[in-house]
T-cell receptor
Framework: GAGVSQSPSNKVTEKGKDVELRCDPISGHTALYWYRQSLGQGLEFLIYFQGNSAPDKSGLPSDRFSAERTGGSVSTLTIQRTQQEDSAVYLC?????????????FGQGTRLTVV | RKEVEQDPGPFNVPEGATVAFNCTYSNSASQSFFWYRQDCRKEPKLLMSVYSSGNEDGRFTAQLNRASQYISLLIRDSKLSDSATYLCVVKVYTGNQFYFGTGTSLTVIP
């Protein structure tokens, strides 16, 4: 497909389990972003990948959160030992990263529920 | 101080009304500006980019004031389908980072 693809679309997990969320960006987009959005709240930045540069991890809320981007394309966000406060929609976006005028395109998100 | 600030609303307006949203940003090095629309339980989608000279797309007009560091969105002749949350977005060229406002909620009432 032509858009940003995320999987799974919904994930219910038990507290303490690890989860992996996947993002497949638009082909050729060098920039990839992860955000999360709790119900009724704004977007919270998590992490940003740009090409082969070191990622900007400044938004990760704790060391239980990590992300990688293999081959400059697909990214995986991993949450270890999930807690109930991790319940949110996790949104991935990609951008061509070419200059300042290019917008971000979002995937449909993964709705994570920790029970 | 937040990078981008918006009035969260909610704005409840009748069909056909004109409504305006404002947004302020703190980083003077900000390079690009956008308005995104987010429907309930959906992902944000680009509504329009905001250019220095101002730009219009049908019923929507976006303005940028760099001196005062604010961006506006004007919606004329509101439709029921305009009901959504509108996100003000600023991109800082250095680092290519996007900064999102918390959004302004709009409900257009029949």
């Amino acid at each position: 497909g032509a858009g940003v693809s995320q999987s799974p679309s919904n994930k219910v997990t038990e507290k303490g389990k690890d989860v992996e969320l996947r993002c497949d960006p638009i082909s050729g987009h060098t920039a990839l972003y992860w955000y999360r959005q709790s119900l009724g709240q704004g977007l919270e930045f998590l992490i940003y990948f740009q090409g082969n540069s070191a990622p900007d991890k400044s938004g990760l809320p704790s060391d239980r959160f990590s992300a990688e981007r293999t081959g400059g394309s697909v990214s995986t966000l991993t949450i270890q030992r999930t807690q109930q406060e991790d319940s949110a929609v996790y949104l991935c976006a990609s951008s061509s990263g070419q200059g300042g005028t290019t917008e971000a395109f979002f995937g449909q998100g993964t709705r994570l529920t920790v029970v | 101080r937040k990078e981008v600030e918006q009035d969260p609303g909610p704005f409840n307006v009748p069909e056909g009304a004109t409504v305006a949203f404002n947004c302020t940003y703190s980083n003077s090095a900000s390079q690009s500006f956008f308005w995104y629309r987010q429907d309930c339980r959906k992902e944000p989608k680009l509504l329009m980019s905001v250019y220095s000279s101002g730009n219009e797309d049908g019923r929507f007009t976006a303005q940028l004031n760099r001196a005062s560091q604010y961006i506006s969105l004007l919606i004329r002749d509101s439709k029921l389908s305009d009901s959504a949350t509108y996100l003000c977005v600023v991109k800082v060229y250095t680092g290519n980072q996007f900064y999102f406002g918390t959004g302004t909620s709009l409900t257009v009432i029949p």
